[in-house]
């Protein structure tokens, strides 16, 4: 049974930073990629920043040189780093993972229908 679990959301004020996990438990094998998406109230789920098994990383505009996407395949968890934190950020953040293609590579990995397996998501608030 595939089982994403988030966690580090919470309130912070602009400017501050948290770290999120995702915990992927009841897999054996690696998945080929991961990404996170977010999505605030009365808005469309958008991506955010992803990465292929290889280390390849993807990250949406708004966020790139704020965001550090990561995974730790040892520990099966991946993570995004958020620094300089901004009250448009605030949203539900979401960890996906597709065990098949490599969507960053493929230029696909903002493509919600390509990722097989979510989590129930973190809260992420910030405030100005």
């Known amino acids: 049974q595939v089982q994403l679990v988030e966690s580090g959301g919470g309130s912070v004020q602009a400017g501050g930073s948290l770290r999120l996990s995702c915990v992927d438990s009841?897999?054996?094998?690696?998945?080929?990629?991961m990404g996170w998406f977010r999505q605030a109230p009365g808005k469309e789920r958008e991506g955010v920043a992803a990465?292929?098994?290889?280390?390849?990383?993807g990250y949406a505009d708004s966020v790139k040189g704020r965001f550090t996407i990561s995974r730790d395949h040892a520990k099966n968890t991946l993570y995004l780093q958020m620094n300089s934190l901004k009250p448009e950020d605030t949203a539900m953040y979401y960890c996906a993972a597709d065990p098949y293609a490599r969507l960053v590579w493929l230029g696909r990995w903002e493509v919600e229908g390509e990722y097989g397996y979510w989590g129930q998501g973190t809260q992420v608030t910030v405030s100005s």
């Open positions: 009841g897999y054996t094998y690696s998945r080929n990629s």
């Open positions: 990465v292929d098994l290889d280390g390849r990383t």
